[in-house]
């Protein structure tokens, strides 16, 4: 595994781990993190034995959002000469990841904190964990944050919660639509362990399609869904998989 200086990985089975490893500044990115995570997830999205992103984070606050000394002044960061050096987004870097992943909440979400819950399929928390969108109490906006929430909320509870930068807890949170329930450790290994089985070709096409189909219309939307099954009953496993349950329903 690469040598990052933000974050940490580790592949366990079918599970790719990263950590956000800047506890003492609460997990706050800088462009280097941005890039490492860039890095981290392209490892995970080519290898095919990985079926799940897990994103932790150590610490008490899973991240406080982006570190604005450092993207005011650059020079501030810590780059890591192993990763090219990009100007990118964290909400586009999670778009462009095309597995399941699952955001596992430990500490609070503030500000572009949240990029990284809004760019994962599924977020469990513990009951404790705290949200909180502080920008306009600081003159400025979360627009990044905005867009991404776009997909989760209507544009009326986006602005509301944009405009208010009081926290709020994690039932709060589970009305949004923003965290997916709250699990004991054990449910969330068991939730981890239920991807061992799944088609990581079928995972990552579901996943691929539902982006590719954001501004196709309805008619082309059917078109390429179609095509896209083409493929997949063309993969060899999948026909084997198909005899198989012929065979065993004759």
Do not use: W
């Not at 996943?207 to 219309?217: P, T």
């Amino acid at each position: 595994m690469m040598n990052y200086n933000f974050i940490s990985t580790h592949k366990a089975g079918h599970a790719f781990y990263l950590t956000l490893d800047r506890e003492a500044k609460r997990n706050a990115f800088t462009p280097t993190t941005v890039n490492e995570v860039a890095h981290a997830l392209q490892q995970a999205q080519d290898d095919d034995e990985v079926k799940l992103l897990v994103l932790q984070a150590n610490g008490p606050v899973f991240c406080a959002g982006m570190d604005l000394k450092t993207y005011q002044d650059p020079s501030l960061d810590t780059i890591n000469p192993q990763i090219e050096s990009k100007a990118i987004s964290l909400g586009e870097v999670f778009d462009q990841f095309n597995k399941p992943s699952v955001a596992i909440l430990d500490g609070d979400v503030i500000a572009g904190g949240f990029l990284y819950i809004l760019g994962c399929n599924y977020v469990l928390a513990k009951k404790e964990v705290n949200f909180r969108l502080p920008e306009v109490s600081l003159g400025i906006f979360p627009f990044q944050v905005m867009a991404s929430m776009l997909r989760v909320m209507s544009e009326k509870k986006v602005l509301q919660l944009c405009m208010d930068p009081s926290a709020f807890g994690v039932e709060k949170a589970i009305e949004l639509g923003l965290v997916d329930g709250v699990k004991s450790d054990a449910e969330i290994d068991e939730f981890i362990a239920s991807f061992a089985d799944k088609s990581v070709f079928a995972l990552e096409a579901g996943i691929e399609a539902i982006k590719a189909i954001r501004n196709l219309g309805s008619k082309d939307q059917y078109a390429y869904l179609l095509s896209r099954l083409g493929a997949l009953k063309d993969r060899t496993e999948v026909k084997d998989q198909i005899k198989a349950e012929l065979r065993n329903k004759s």
